[in-house]
């Protein structure tokens, strides 16, 4: 069994939060202050998040940190 993609599993945590908020990644990208294709990417599973921007990501959304990562306990 291949190990979890792991950026990808946290694109789809972030894209899910995204979307249960109805904001669309340009949405979330103007709020966090992050570029909209960055944001894309990161959604894809295409990028290697800095802890930074996860913690921006996350005061955006109102969530913490851990709750970007909720998916890693089911992988």
């Known amino acids: 069994m291949a190990p979890p993609d792991v950026k990808m599993l946290f694109g789809e945590r972030v894209r899910s939060l995204r979307l249960k908020r109805g904001w669309s990644q340009e949405d979330l990208a103007s709020r966090a202050r992050l570029d ?9 599973g295409e990028r290697n998040v ?3 921007n996860i913690c921006k990501i996350a005061a955006t959304l109102g969530v913490s940190p851990a709750a970007l990562f909720e998916w890693w306990d089911k992988k």
């Open 36 to 44: 909209r294709s960055y944001v894309g990417c990161i959604e894809r």
């Open 50 to 52: 800095s802890i930074e």
